[in-house]
């Protein structure tokens, strides 16, 4: 976020080059109050229960270097159909120029009918950090240590 003189508020502006691969699909928008925009298939498909389909969303991107694509469920879909993306959040990287696809699985209990159009996931693009590792005998030492998963949980 940026100000301008007057203190207000500012977005940055980020642009991503999108082109288009099924010309009757929905572009994207984007809608400053939503972190994400909406994306469709271009397939009509079943996704079985249990089952999980890659499925094509109609456009390639071309994203800037120092950012990242991450492909999100749809919460609604989740809670209505138990259905959510497999991988989430999927990644984008800047070097990628392929097709757009959106791995889906159905942890429902009923087939799951997706059509042309459809939306199916969101998109969200997200500022990223290029650290510098650096490789060491020792570390500091934490209250939690080397305590893994669920090691921070209800006790």
């Known amino acids: ?82 259905v959510t993306v497999l991988n989430s959040p999927g990644t984008l990287d800047a070097g990628y120029r392929g097709p757009v696809k959106t791995l889906l699985i159905n942890h429902g209990d009923k087939d799951f009918y997706i059509n042309p159009g459809d939306r199916i996931a969101q998109l969200v693009i997200a500022k990223i950090e290029h650290p510098t590792f650096i490789f060491e005998e020792e570390l500091s030492e934490t209250e939690r240590g080397e305590d893994g998963f669920g090691s921070t949980g209800v006790k």
């Open 1 to 82: 976020m940026h100000f301008n003189g007057s203190g207000d508020k500012i977005m940055q502006k980020v642009l991503i080059k999108i082109k288009m691969t099924d010309p009757n699909i929905e572009k994207m928008k984007f809608n400053p109050e939503n972190s994400g925009s909406d994306i469709r298939s271009t397939v009509a498909t079943i996704i079985k229960p249990g089952q999980r389909k890659l499925i094509d969303c109609g456009f390639k991107m071309e994203i800037p270097i120092g950012y990242e694509a991450q492909i999100r469920p749809r919460s609604g879909l989740a809670v209505k159909h138990g």
